[in-house]
């Protein structure tokens, strides 16, 4: 019985050590960015600015770029994909860059890339990023030319008045905010030594008590961690009364929350001695300082406080949308990893092969992981000891392929097509994965 | 009596739209019946490209967005 006891305990000391490790300071400053722009790209860009080069006189050459494009800017939240898919293919420029957008969307949206770059690497997350554009390109060009006879036919049916039709531009200052919101996710998250370096070193007038120290050692984590997540607590406190209800107009809760995330992001960046002893602040803190300052400025000049509370709610409902499964996830892959043999996953998925690539593609498709979650799964498996190779083509197949998606596809349009997009992607995600495993086995 | 149709299949912002347009018609006491469309092959009938959108007997007053309160009952009341 006691053993069972110190099992389980050592089980949930390994889910928290896992949760608490991905609410680090440094996960932290790229999450945060990530979603506010996420919600940023949702309320502020008119979906006309891309759709507009999706219609059915769009020639190639401009439709499959603006359809990756898309899939970047239009679809961080599923629950427009689906709707947008049917439109593209059905009224607009048709099954290819249809088939793009549906690719490239769930597996390229701002809020998957920096965290698989946070969280597991920046190769990887590069990778990902131009390897999913890449096929998503082709997988749609193929797609549009297997099918070319049954297109022809329902392409005459386009209608006039379409949709696509519609015009809308950016606003400069939605141009500009866009550019300094992207600095602010640069700014936290490029490892050179102008950002990391120390400037100036401050004794703490606080002192931990060993005991203290010996309990946070225990979950790996750092003081510092441990404010950090306070700071989340509070953030998600205030954001309840000053978010959910942001439709009814600005309130001072509202303007708490923004307080508490602007500091929560400056807390983050200053480099924090482990000891607990000294506090240093270095060029990541200033240049979020300006940043962040910059930023509150122009969002208060140019956009009225309609536009502010639409930003904010977009940003929110990812946050509510996303967060909680995210943490869940994180915490069932910290406990997973003491349960699964590390013997296993190096015997199946530790060597660079064509099998253990296709292994990868094949746990994505069986496994339906809701958004981002894919990455802390991912995580565990390289510590696990899992070949980069395979994880990329894990991490390509997974967003794309589910049993669930499978199966909503096959009723949007049809067996054949269905089939012969599921097969393309697999063959695609196991060869690309191989590839690059290849590459950083020459290189490295 | 005006059928009001919310195009989307249950998403946050499909439910917000909802909430809002009830609240426009309750306020005003207008004659309206609400319907949910929420079948992907229905909601794909009208010329919309992205959900949520509001229909009013079969023509799309907004898609992709939420509209503002002020701006739903600028259209219902019209009518």
Redesign the interface.
């Known amino acids: 019985m006691d053993n069972i006891l110190t099992y389980a305990s050592s089980l949930l000391v390994a889910g928290f050590a896992s949760l608490f490790d991905y609410l680090a300071a440094h996960v932290l400053l790229c999450l945060i960015p990530a979603f506010i722009i996420a919600g940023f790209m949702s309320a502020m860009i008119p979906?006309e600015t891309i759709?507009h080069y999706l219609g059915p006189r769009s020639s190639k050459w401009i439709s499959y770029p603006a359809a990756a494009l898309g899939g970047f800017v239009?679809a961080v939240?599923s629950?427009?994909i689906?709707?947008?898919f049917?439109?593209?293919w059905?009224?607009g420029a048709g099954l290819g860059p249809a088939i793009t957008f549906l690719f490239v969307g769930p597996a390229i949206n701002i809020l998957a890339i920096t965290y698989t770059g946070a969280a597991i690497g920046f190769d990887i997350a590069l990778w990902r990023l131009i390897l999913s554009i890449f096929f998503g390109i082709a997988i749609g060009l193929m797609m549009a030319w297997v099918f070319r006879k049954e297109e022809l036919e329902t392409a005459t049916k386009t209608?006039n008045?379409?949709?696509?039709e519609q015009k809308s531009k950016l606003k400069p200052a939605a141009t500009a905010l866009f550019l300094l919101l992207f600095a602010m996710l640069i700014a936290g998250t490029l490892q050179i030594g102008l950002f990391t370096n120390d400037l100036v070193t401050f004794e703490l007038p606080i002192h931990f008590s060993a005991g203290v120290m010996n309990i946070l050692g225990e979950f790996s984590l750092s003081w510092q961690g441990l404010l950090m997540i306070i700071m989340l607590i509070l953030i998600g406190l205030s954001a309840w009364k000053g978010f959910n209800q942001i439709?009814d107009g600005l309130s001072n809760w509202t303007y708490i929350t923004i307080a508490l995330i602007f500091f929560t992001i400056l807390l983050a960046s200053l480099h924090a001695a482990a000891d607990a002893t000294t506090l240093a602040l270095n060029g990541r803190f200033i240049a979020e300082l300006i940043l962040l300052i910059v930023i509150l400025i122009v969002a208060a000049k140019n956009f009225s406080k309609?536009e502010l509370g639409?930003w904010i709610?977009e940003t929110w409902?990812f946050v509510?949308?996303i967060f909680p499964l995210l943490i869940v996830g994180v915490f069932a892959a910290g406990i997973i990893r003491e349960i699964i043999p590390p013997n296993w996953v190096q015997t199946i998925a530790g060597q660079n092969t064509i099998f253990a690539n296709l292994v990868g593609v094949i746990f994505g498709v069986f496994m339906y992981f809701p958004t981002l979650v894919e990455v802390p799964i991912a995580k565990m498996f390289l510590d696990l000891g899992m070949a980069r190779g395979p994880l990329l083509a894990y991490l390509l197949a997974d967003p794309e392929l589910s049993l669930q998606s499978i199966l909503v596809l096959n009723?949007?349009m049809g067996r054949k097509k269905t089939a012969l997009y599921v097969s393309l992607v697999a063959v695609f995600s196991t060869l690309a994965g191989y590839l690059f495993g290849i590459i950083t086995s020459l290189i490295g | 009596m005006m059928i009001l149709k919310i195009l989307?299949?249950?998403?946050?912002?499909?439910k917000?739209l909802e909430e809002?347009t009830k609240k426009v018609v309750e306020s005003h006491k207008l004659d309206a019946q609400i319907i949910k469309v929420t079948q992907?092959?229905q909601?794909?009938q009208y010329?919309?490209?992205?959900?949520p959108a509001l229909v009013m007997n079969e023509e799309v007053l907004v898609?992709?967005?939420?509209p503002?309160?002020s701006e739903i009952e600028n259209w219902l009341i019209k009518v």
């Open positions: 979906k759709t239009l939240c629950c427009t689906l709707p947008l049917a439109g593209i059905k009224r209608a008045n379409s949709p696509f439709q309609e639409e709610w409902k509510k949308q009723g949007v | 989307g299949s249950g998403c946050a912002n499909c917000r809002l992907h092959d909601i794909m010329p919309i490209l992205a959900t898609s992709g967005r939420i503002t309160l």
